[in-house]
């Protein structure tokens, strides 16, 4: 069984009524296909196999998806300075990858700095790491992850940065100045891929990286014990003497 297979295989337990024709109607309509019924949906989006549920159409449009998955949440927690010593607060979410995605960036829009800048008569909030680019690493964190591994998605807010974590690291052999100088992405989970692809939320031609390196020059990512990790330094941290 290939590592890169979990997105395509059948969720044996899951069955059409486990999944939320809400949240595929707002799917389709984000997508802009015409929608005809759960399973013809499903069928649409080739997220049925011999006519079964596969695990990739629980995790986005599963009512539960936790209760077939126990790593479909996300994991974040704010840090009192800049080591994992003292916690000032910690949540996990459970639920569908778009719900996660949405609580994620709540919570680091929570967390970080938020200036201002005047836009005519008009105030705009500036957070301290562009919002464009921090999205674009959770967004990548969820397509890219090893859904193999137990661990989950975690986001962690230091004094001095941000960190996104995710389970595996990079897929195909692609190394880390390849993807910051090449603009070319191989996809652990297609199948995931192909519906983010289809809402806009990422692109066929691997430029994740530079976007966000865009928004963020200074951005970094480094992979330790096959956990992939993007590093946004927080613009307003002064160091300190920190014990």
């Known amino acids: 069984m290939g590592i ?15 999944v939320g024709a809400g949240k595929i ?6 997508a802009n296909l015409k929608y ?11 997220l049925l196999k011999n006519g079964n549920l596969t695990n990739t159409a629980v995790f986005l ?15 974040c927690a704010v840090f009192g300075n ?16 778009f719900y996660l995605i949405e ?24 957070p301290e790491i562009s919002k464009d680019a921090f999205r674009e690493a959770v967004i990548n964190a969820f397509c890219h992850r090893d859904y ?10 230091f004094k001095d940065r941000l960190e996104i974590r995710n389970p595996g690291g990079l897929f195909g052999g692609l190394t880390i100045e390849q993807i910051k100088h090449e603009m070319v992405s191989k996809r652990r989970n297609e199948i995931i891929a192909e519906q983010f692809h289809r809402v806009h939320f990422v692109e066929k031609w691997g430029r994740g990286i530079s976007l966000i390196l ?28 920190e014990k």
Request: charged share 35%.
């Open 214 to 241: 865009s928004e963020e020059p200074t951005a970094d990512f480094k992979e330790v014990a096959d956990i992939f990790i993007t590093t946004f330094k927080r613009k307003n941290y002064v160091p300190n003497d």
């Open 25 to 30: 109607k707002r799917f389709f309509k984000e």
């Open 82 to 97: 800049t080591t994992t010593a003292f916690i000032i607060d910690r949540q996990e979410y459970t639920g569908d990858v």
């Open 148 to 157: 193999y591994e137990y661990d989950s998605v975690n986001i962690a807010i």
């Open 61 to 75: 449009f599963g009512k539960k998806p936790e209760r077939f998955f126990p790593n479909a949440k996300l994991r």
């Open 36 to 46: 005809t019924g759960v399973r013809n949906a499903l069928e649409k989006l080739n």
């Open 103 to 126: 609580k994620a960036e709540e919570y680091i829009l929570k967390n970080i700095h938020i200036g201002m800048k005047l836009n005519g008569m008009y105030r705009v909030d500036v």
């Open 4 to 18: 890169n297979s979990w997105d395509k295989e059948i969720c044996p337990k899951a069955s059409i009524e486990d």
